[in-house]
């Protein structure tokens, strides 16, 4: 059984730019979340796929998107990044039916720098 | 809204000595509660769950947790600590979503330091 992979694990941008971070979720999982961990903070939720839709979503502004694929994997876009972006973005897969609150497993991170 | 508030930001223990990480939440209903565990340049590791059956529940690596309704508590705790515990630890609060689906929300984390 495959986990949550992530990709690249580090990045450097500058303010401005925009990044688009990859994520695989674990094998037998329909659902994908992201979120960004500051650095000394606990991980702040940004939003959820869920049949290629965003599920629900957090206190982020627009300039943070998503997508989810037909395979489950999904991306994170980031438009206009500014020097508070830099964090460790997290994404989380789980399994969704009905209405059980699942766990969700995370892959490893990417590291975002924005200078 | 849900929320989790871990009470100490630092804990440091003896090796061989027990581990007490403490927890309380806020929910409007029974929650759904989670210990996460973060070691050094990696990701979040699942300790455990609560989802509103046993009130003691156990975890991988010995830990355990207890969610207390009467204290709207869920310290986790472990007999005996081991150098490699030695962690960034987050209790976790899940709000579902209308059609299915769930956020977590995180507490601020205890950092578990273990001593020789």
């Known amino acids: 059984e495959t986990g949550v992979t992530q990709s690249p694990t580090h990045l450097i941008k500058t303010r401005g730019q925009q990044v688009t971070l990859r994520c695989s979720s674990q094998?037998?999982?329909?659902?994908v979340s992201w979120y960004q961990q500051a650095l000394g903070q606990g991980p702040q939720f940004i939003f959820q796929?869920?049949?290629?839709?965003?599920?629900g979503r957090g206190n982020f502004p627009p300039r943070f998107s998503g997508l989810q694929f037909p395979n489950y994997s999904s991306e994170l876009n980031v438009n206009a990044l500014e020097l508070d972006d830099s964090a460790l973005y997290l994404c989380?897969?789980?399994?969704?039916?009905?209405?059980?609150?699942?766990?969700?497993?995370f892959g490893p991170g990417t590291r975002l720098t924005v200078t | 809204a849900q929320s989790v508030t871990q009470l100490d930001s630092h804990v440091s223990v003896s090796e061989g000595t027990p581990v007490l990480l403490r927890c309380n939440y806020s929910?409007?209903?029974?929650?759904?509660l989670f210990w996460y565990v973060q070691h050094p340049n990696k990701g979040l590791q699942l300790l455990l769950k609560?989802?509103?059956?046993?009130?003691l529940v156990k975890g991988i690596n010995g830990f355990e947790a207890e969610f207390k309704k009467s204290e709207t508590s869920f310290h986790l705790t472990k007999p005996s600590a081991h150098m490699s515990d030695a962690a960034e630890y987050f209790c976790?609060?899940?709000?579902?979503?209308?059609?299915?689906?769930?956020?977590?929300?995180f507490g601020t984390g205890t950092q578990l330091k273990v001593e020789l």
């Open positions: 989380a897969s789980s399994f969704v039916r009905g209405d059980s609150q699942n766990e969700q497993y």
């Open positions: 094998s037998g999982h329909n659902t």
């Open positions: 796929y869920y049949r290629e839709e965003e599920n």
């Open positions: 929910s409007s209903y029974s929650p759904s």
């Open positions: 609560y989802t509103s059956a046993a009130t």
């Open positions: 976790v609060v899940s709000t579902p979503f209308t059609g299915g689906g769930n956020k977590l929300t």
